[in-house]
């Protein structure tokens, strides 16, 4: 009985089909979800997908935190269930509340689309346990608001409780403190604005590589809900 | 109908590299002297009923849930007077006559 993973598609979603590729990839079985839908037909865990939900109207996942399927995400959340937010995804999270601060236009204003290397800096949520801390990874960024801030306060907290997931190694944006990735003080809820789903395959990863180095985000949570 | 707005602004710690980018462009133009340039959004919303302290909360609330983002974003909210003063003051007498008995005068002014 494998896991089932769902990926939310928004209208303006781009990379729904690849987090799906890379869920089945790994072995998991990837559920479509619709951002209509009212329930999560039963999935383990959800992804929400890079791109331009809504077409970013208003502030970039501003309007997609009001869809009906992110009520029942957030309260998946609420309980436990394991979130990915990637990119627009990490936008909607951050919109949610299910994570602190924001992500604001990038420092030079330009939209931002290369392959970052990054640090694991926290191996204790649902979706980093197959990496180790320190480990530097190549992931590819696309975005024009991924800026992460937040109060001086929150960014203490979120060093203090081990919940930076990831920096970048040379920040792009101005991002507070490097930040590329944060999770919730449970660790089930992640965002991360680098795409991992874009760095699963020989062919299409970055290149010269390592190609593959966004693959463990989805081995992790796969152990995780098998060994549940 | 009551006719309120919203200015959305990004707090004052929070960067905007747009308003930097415009403030920079004003030098090349011929605009000697900008000190600072911040942007923001601007929201007009148009409510039923008559323009009282309870429009605005609800306004309030609107901005609060949806138009900001309070994290990076503060906004103010307010009656737009300037816009239309003859169209704002008309319902706030017509709502003052439902209070008392109707007289043809009223009838005419609400239908204005």
């Known amino acids: 009985m494998s896991a089932r993973i769902g990926v939310v598609t928004f209208p303006g979603s781009q990379d729904d089909q690849d987090a799906l590729r890379a869920v089945a990839l790994v072995g998991a079985e990837p559920v479509a979800l619709w951002h209509r839908d009212a329930d999560l037909h039963q999935v383990d865990a959800v992804i929400l997908p890079g791109g331009f939900s809504y077409g970013d109207y ?30 627009n995804g990490f936008q909607v999270l951050c919109e949610s509340h299910l994570l602190p601060g924001a992500l604001i236009r990038n420092g030079g204003l330009l939209f931002i689309n290369r392959d970052e290397r990054l640090r694991i800096e926290s191996t204790t949520t649902a979706w980093t346990a197959d990496y180790a801390v320190g480990q530097e990874i190549l992931i590819p960024i696309k975005n024009g608001e991924g800026r992460f801030t937040a109060d001086e306060h929150t960014l203490d907290e979120l060093a203090a409780e081990g919940r930076i997931v990831a920096r970048y190694l040379d920040n792009p944006n101005g991002s507070a403190r490097d930040i590329a990735g944060i999770a919730n003080a449970a660790g089930n809820v992640v965002g991360l604005m680098p795409h991992p789903e874009h760095a699963v395959e020989e062919l299409t990863g970055p290149y010269p590589g390592p190609a593959t180095d966004g693959l463990p985000f989805f081995t ?4 995780q809900l098998v060994a549940a | 109908m009551a006719r309120v707005v919203v200015d959305v602004m990004l707090k004052p710690e929070i960067l905007d590299p747009q308003g930097q980018a415009v403030q920079r462009a004003l030098p090349r133009l011929g605009f000697d002297g900008i000190v600072d340039v911040r942007q923001g959004k601007r929201f007009e919303i148009e409510l039923a009923g008559p323009a009282d302290d309870a429009a605005l909360a609800r306004a309030r609330e609107i901005a609060e849930r949806l138009l900001a983002n309070t994290v990076i974003e503060q906004f103010d909210v307010r009656f737009d007077t300037a816009l239309d003063s003859a169209s704002a003051a008309s319902p706030a007498s017509a709502a003052t006559a439902h209070g008392t008995a109707p007289s043809a005068a009223v009838t005419e002014q609400a239908a204005s």
């Open chain 1, 58 to 87: 208003l502030r970039a996942g501003a309007i997609a935190r009001f869809s009906p399927v992110m009520e029942a995400v957030i309260t998946g959340a609420r309980e436990g269930l394991p979130v990915l937010g990637i990119c």
């Open chain 1, 220 to 223: 992790s949570i796969l152990k």
